[in-house]
């Protein structure tokens, strides 16, 4: 299994990508932001995405999308292919874009908006918060890209303060690297996003 930088010569795998993601969220139930091949091979192009590859076949990806003019960065559309779930790819998958991330916007702010337990606690581990969407990007052009999400409904109706997704953060201004990240046991974001479902999904229902 390699976990590279992905390049040009990757965008071969730009739609098995697409298709997985939306393959994914379709299972979950959740809302996942749809993307086409075209982005995905942008993404590559331009060495913004990680690949994981296992003697050619693809495994896994995430890509980086910048906003504010490079103040704020995202790892978004974090996906493992059916066939390699359950090994703890998508975690070295994270860690992977993530430093790449760091080297690449050294100063720029790192968020995340997921339903995505899994990715939440990810995300806890490598010193993210969980912080109001005020706190994220202003970009309108990132949050238009909701569009595609099942629960766009949902964030226009609560005038995009807060959605069934969890924003965090990670800002290397309040980072002291002689502090280990404070870990935060899954069942208390199972709580959130419980709670979230009770409020938002059950006016869905009326």
């Known amino acids: 299994m390699e976990i590279v930088i992905a390049n040009k010569s990757h965008t071969v795998y730009a739609e098995i990508i697409c298709k997985t993601i939306e393959d994914a969220a379709q ?19 331009n060495g913004n995405a990680v690949i994981a590859l296992d003697k050619g076949k693809f495994a896994g990806f995430c890509y ?42 050294p100063n720029a702010k790192v968020f995340s908006i997921t339903t995505g337990l899994p990715v939440m606690k990810l995300n806890s581990d490598l010193g993210y918060k969980p912080v109001t969407f005020s706190e994220l990007t202003d970009d309108q052009s990132f949050w238009d890209g909701c569009q595609t999400c099942k629960n766009y409904d949902v964030l226009t109706r609560t005038n995009r303060k807060m959605c069934l997704c969890t924003g965090m953060l990670f800002d290397p201004k309040k980072q002291n690297e002689k502090e280990k990240p404070v870990e935060v046991k899954e ?4 709580r959130l996003k419980k709670m979230k479902q009770n409020l938002f999904l059950k006016k869905n229902k009326k």
């Open 27 to 45: 299972v979950r139930g959740t809302g996942i932001a749809k993307r086409k091949p075209a982005y995905v091979a942008a993404k590559m192009e």
């Open 64 to 105: 980086i999308e910048k906003w504010g003019h490079g103040k704020f960065v995202a790892n978004s559309g974090l996906i493992v292919h059916p066939d390699y779930r359950g090994i703890g790819l998508a975690k070295k998958i994270k860690l992977k874009i993530f430093e790449h991330s760091r080297k690449k916007y």
């Open 187 to 190: 069942n208390v974001f199972k």
